[in-house]
């Protein structure tokens, strides 16, 4: 069975400062892992994804996360936030064509 | 149209009765995903269906709960005799089973929801 783990329910950052949201996946096979991000009263939207390859992806709004094997982690950066980027955010994960395991999400929440 | 839609955006309904939410895949979208976001639950799979079969429908929290797929374009979200925890927001989802630029992608593209409000 696959499951995900987001540390931190709600995340407060400055503008300008670095985002930095924690992600741990578990996973018997090789994952597939995404980054959904969730404006209010929106969909999800697609942030970025890691597949198979390089471990550092880049995705929209200046966002990246890096896939690392060992730690089964996730975690999604971005080196300066923007009063934009409050929203929610999601780590998912799949193994292929099937349903995604969501985490409970991380509130970002960006102060002047 | 160029998204995933949905309809109704939001429904009001009494408790025990029935409600069905539409759902419109991305043009040329195999498979279409069904999943419901509550506060107590987070995001929860529902149903997953490949053309018009269901080949995994374990999300589906009760019998009451049904779901159809037609010409692997349109799929109906059926709930029967709505219940107070049905309450939640339900999204779609349908993803390209293939390949793009030469590498298999598998990513899920999200409607906008039915926020579904049972009284």
């Known amino acids: 069975a696959q499951s995900v783990t987001q540390l931190g329910s709600h995340v407060s950052v400055s503008e300008g400062a670095l985002v930095l949201l924690r992600c741990n996946y578990s996973?018997?096979?090789?994952?597939?892992l995404f980054w959904y991000v969730q404006y209010p009263n929106q969909g999800l939207q697609l942030l970025l994804k890691?597949?198979?390859?390089?471990?550092l992806v880049k995705g929209i709004n200046g966002f990246e996360a890096e896939f690392k094997k060992s730690e089964t982690s996730f975690h999604l950066t971005k080196p300066s936030a923007h009063m934009s980027d409050a929203a929610e955010y999601f780590c998912?994960?799949?193994?292929?064509?099937?349903?995604?395991?969501f985490g409970t999400g991380t509130r970002l929440l960006v102060s002047p | 149209g160029a998204g995933v839609s949905q309809s109704p955006s939001n429904k009001v309904t009494e408790k025990g009765k029935d409600v069905e939410l539409r759902c419109d895949p991305i043009?040329?979208?195999?498979?279409l995903y069904w999943y419901r976001q509550s506060l107590g639950q987070g995001l929860e799979f529902l149903i997953y269906?490949?053309?018009?079969?269901?080949?995994?429908k374990s999300g589906l929290p009760s019998d009451r709960f049904s779901a159809e797929r037609t010409g692997g374009s349109v799929s109906t979200l059926t709930i029967q005799r709505t219940q107070q925890e049905d309450s939640a927001v339900y999204l779609c989802?349908?993803?390209?089973?293939?390949?793009?630029?030469?590498?298999?992608?598998?990513?899920?593209?999200f409607g906008p929801g039915t926020r579904l409000t049972v009284l």
């Open positions: 989802a349908s993803t390209l089973r293939g390949t793009s630029g030469g590498a298999w992608t598998d990513t899920q593209y």
């Open positions: 890691y597949t198979t390859g390089a471990t």
């Open positions: 998912a994960v799949t193994t292929g064509f099937q349903k995604l395991v």
């Open positions: 043009s040329g979208h195999t498979a």
């Open positions: 269906f490949q053309g018009n079969s269901a080949p995994d």
């Open positions: 996973s018997s096979v090789p994952p597939y």
